[in-house]
């Protein structure tokens, strides 16, 4: 039977994980957002900007979030099995 690599034994790992996505997605956002005709994004309470700006603004980094999220923890559960010999589970 393969031992298995709890999720609380994860769960640091995980953290750090989660706060490095975190970090490296507010930066990818920021540069692709500089690239339209604003450099900074919109914030939602702002009047100046319309409604069409601030959701598109929102879906962009809400992409761009979910896709290093689960890059980053793919990677980290990747790492884990090549360390440890085993996938994390619950």
């Given at each position: 039977?393969?031992?298995r690599?709890?999720?609380?034994?994860?769960?640091?790992?995980?953290?750090?994980?989660?706060?490095?996505?975190?970090t490296?997605s507010?930066?990818?956002?920021?540069r692709?957002?500089a690239?339209?005709?604003?450099?900074?994004?919109?914030?939602?309470i702002?009047?100046?900007?319309?409604?069409?700006?601030v959701?598109?603004?929102?879906?962009?980094?809400?992409?761009?979030?979910?896709?290093i999220?689960?890059?980053?923890?793919?990677?980290g559960?990747?790492?884990?099995?090549k360390?440890?010999?085993?996938?994390?589970?619950?």
């Amino acid at each position: 039977m393969a031992r298995r690599i709890s999720k609380s034994n994860y769960k640091p790992i995980g953290i750090v994980l989660g706060l490095a996505a975190g970090t490296l997605s507010g930066m990818v956002f920021q540069r692709v957002w500089a690239m339209t005709r604003h450099n900074v994004a919109p914030h939602p309470i702002d009047e100046d900007r319309g409604w069409g700006e601030v959701l598109l603004a929102a879906a962009m980094q809400g992409a761009i979030v979910a896709v290093i999220r689960a890059s980053i923890d793919r990677a980290g559960a990747t790492g884990v099995r090549k360390f440890t010999g085993h996938w994390p589970h619950d």
